[in-house]
């Protein structure tokens, strides 16, 4: 199968405009993330707090359940953007969800810190050792 090419400015410039729907009333550090599907789709996805801080859903989360709540299933990149002055990485919960539905060594996470500046990274980079279905298959022998 042939690499899919990613246009990185384009969707770091989706994860700059989703981070504007933000809602951060508690903490006010919005976080914006766009998702590309292999359909060529892309999913805006913004931070939500909740004053009981456990129900806040991060940016990349709500990007991945809105496209799977959509039918999307295979995923190429996600961007990431926030108010920081460096590159904001995923947590380990949205790594554990792209790790759901992404193949570790192409999927790309790009770290954008504006339009122009970006760090990219595979999943696997960042996720070594990830919790997998193909790991619950080995538990069932």
Not at 81 to 110: H, K, N, S, W
Request: proline content about 4%.
């Amino acid at each position: 199968m042939e690499k899919a090419v990613v246009d990185q400015k384009k969707l770091a410039a989706e994860a700059i405009a989703a981070k504007e729907r933000a809602y951060v009333p508690y903490s006010r550090f919005r976080v914006g993330a766009a998702l590309l599907a292999e359909s060529g789709r892309v999913y805006r996805g913004c931070n939500i707090e909740n004053a009981a801080y456990t129900p806040t859903n991060c940016a990349e989360r709500t990007a991945f359940f809105k496209a799977v709540s959509e039918g999307e299933k295979k995923f190429l990149a996600i961007a990431i953007t926030g108010d920081a002055d460096d590159y904001l990485y995923p947590c380990g919960v949205c790594r554990q969800v792209m790790a759901e539905f992404c193949d570790p060594d192409t999927f790309q996470i790009i770290l954008a810190r504006d339009g122009s500046r970006q760090q990219v990274f595979t999943l696997r980079e960042l996720l070594p050792g990830a919790f997998t279905a193909e790991e619950l298959k080995k538990g069932q022998r």
